[in-house]
C-alpha cells in the first residue's frame, strides 16, 4: 500500500485556540484578520496535501494546570472543522513550555502507539524524558543534555496487513540567538546552540541504531533546524546535524537515507527551501532548507514523491501560494512509501 506521510511545522498553531481547547472565533481586528487566513491557510494547505501520517511541529499547547489544555483535543476540533472524520492524534512526552509535537494518521488504514525506547537511567541512549551525557567539545568530559521538546516515538501497524513502521518526529534545537547580544556573544551563544543541537541530534541517532538492531523499519522527520552546508559552524564541527542523523557511510547498516537530496546555493540561500530566516549580521532573508525526512533503506518509495511544498519550487505548490505564506513561515515535506 502506498503510504503518503508529511512533516509540517505550523508556526504558532496554538493561537488558533482558546483556553478551553476549543477554536477560536474572530472578529474585524487586524490581528483576528491574521490568524483567519492563518487558519484558512492551514486548512487549504492540508487538503492539497492530504497526507495519510502527519507529523506536525509547534502543535498546540498541552498543560497540566486546573481545566488542562489539551493538544489532542485543539487538533480533534481543527480535524472536526475541516472535515476529517476518520484521523486520530497522538501526542508522546509532554514539554515542560509551549508547543507540542504531535501525529495525525488515518485509522482507517493504521493503528498507533506511543513506542517509547531507549533504556531507564542509561548514559548513552536513555529514554527521551530523561537526560544524555555527551561530550560535545571533545574534552573527554561528558555535559549533561535534557529535550525541551522530546522527540515522539510512534509505532504504526498497517490494519491489512500488521506490517510495522517506526517513526521519530523531532523539533530540534535552533541554531537562531534571539536577544539582543554583541558579536562576541553572538559567536558563543552560536556554538553553545550547535553543541545541544548536536547532542540531540545524537541522541536521537542511537534511538536508530537500537532500533535498526531489533529490526525495525524506520523515518525519522520533524524540523531538524540545521541541513549540509547551512553555516560556518559546521566546518568547524565537519558534519551537520543532518549527517549526523544520516549516520556513518563506513556503518552501511545503520545508515538512513535522504530521499530529497543535497540542496544548492542559490541567490537567495538554499533551494529547495523549507523557510527563510532573517540572518542576524546582514538582516536579509536566507532560505534554508531545515524540514526533512529520512528513512531506512528497507522503506521503499516512490521516485519524485519526495517534495517540498515551496511554490517558488514546486509547480504543484504554486496555485495555494498564498495560503501556505499565510499558514506558516514553514512548507510542508512529503513523501510517498510502499508500506
Known sequence: MKTKICAYNIKWFEYQFNADNSLKTFGSSKKDKSLQAQRDGIITALNAVKPDNLGIVEAPNTTSTVGAQSTIEK??????????????????????????????????????????GGLSGSKKNPP?????????????????????RPPLEVEFTELASGEKLNLILMHSKSKGVFTNVD?????????????????????????????????????????????????????????????????????????????????????????????RFKDPITERLVNAQIDHIMLTKDISYT???????????????????????????????TIEIDW
Open 75 to 116: 487538533l480533534n476540533n481543527f480535524l472536526a472543522l475541516m472535515g476529517w472524520v476518520n484521523y486520530e492524534v497522538m501526542t508522546g512526552y509532554i514539554s515542560p513550555g509551549r508547543q507540542e509535537l504531535a501525529v495525525i494518521y488515518d485509522t482507517t488504514k493504521f493503528s498507533a502507539k506511543h513506542s517509547k
Open 128 to 148: 527521551f524524558d530523561e537526560v544524555l551525557y555527551f561530550d560535545t567539545d571533545d574534552d573527554a568530559i561528558k555535559e549533561v543534555y535534557e529535550f525541551y
Open 183 to 275: 558579536l562576541l556573544h553572538l559567536e558563543r551563544e552560536s556554538i553553545k546552540n550547535r553543541k545541544k543541537l548536536f547532542a540531540e541530534c545524537s541522541w536521537v541517532r542511537n534511538r536508530v541504531e537500537e532500533w535498526i538492531d531489533d529490526g525495525k523499519r524506520v523515518v525519522v522527520m520533524g524540523d531538524i533546524n540545521d541541513g549540509p552546508g547551512m553555516d560556518y559552524y559546521e566546518s568547524n564541527f565537519g558534519k551537520s546535524a543532518v549527517e549526523l542523523l544520516l549516520g556513518d557511510l563506513f556503518d552501511n547498516k545503520h545508515i538512513l537515507i535522504h530521499p530529497g537530496g543535497r540542496p544548492k546555493w542559490g541567490p537567495y540561500g538554499w533551494e529547495p527551501s523549507t523557510t
Open 303 to 333: 521516485a519524485g514523491s519526495y517534495k517540498i511544498w515551496n511554490p517558488l519550487n514546486l509547480d504543484e505548490a504554486k496555485p495555494i501560494k498564498k495560503e501556505l505564506k499565510n499558514a506558516s513561515d514553514h512548507f510542508p515535506v
